[in-house]
């Protein structure tokens, strides 16, 4: 007698949920938002300055390695976000690694734009440009092209130079939170 058992069949994957506030939203949009709200992403601070020399910036869990030679990075950004006019006028910005103990500054850098340059977490750096204190690095990086994409935009830096602090885990954006590597949902 043949005793072989196999495996039970796999389940169907789960329906796609209404998305919370909206439960109306198209099929498509409820399906990539519920993907990548589960799709975990290292933050970054992205700082620049307007042409009157005040401070912008924002969190990005869309920074990406690009090229190393030549050292090159992208970050995407809706072109309605306060930054953005900033971004098109300057050349230039900082691109800010953050770790856990950064948590409190990723949170006020996406919170009212008027409180995000308040307080002793930042100084003026190279070009002017707001440098965030006590990250794990930041890279001052030159814009070589900002493309369009609906009401989006890819941009491509360039890395001139930069500046390492202390290691740390890194923080990470999941389910709509900050989260240190290793918090259960």
Partial sequence: MNDTTSPPP????????PLEGDPHAPVDL???????????????????????????GFTATSLASLSAVPPLATFNMARSASAWPAIMENDRVVIHMLGVRNRSVAEKLSGPNEQRFDGDHWYRGPYGLPVLRDVTSWMVGRIIERVQVHNNAVVVVQIEEGGMGEDDQALLYHERTYRVPGDRV
Avoid at 10 to 17: C, W
Avoid at 33 to 56: L, M, N, Q
């Fill in 10 to 17: 796999p389940r169907p994957p789960a329906a796609i949920p």
């Fill in 30 to 56: 409820a399906a990539f938002k519920h993907a990548f709200r589960r799709h975990a992403s290292g933050v970054a601070v992205i700082t620049s300055a307007r042409t009157d020399g005040t401070p912008v």
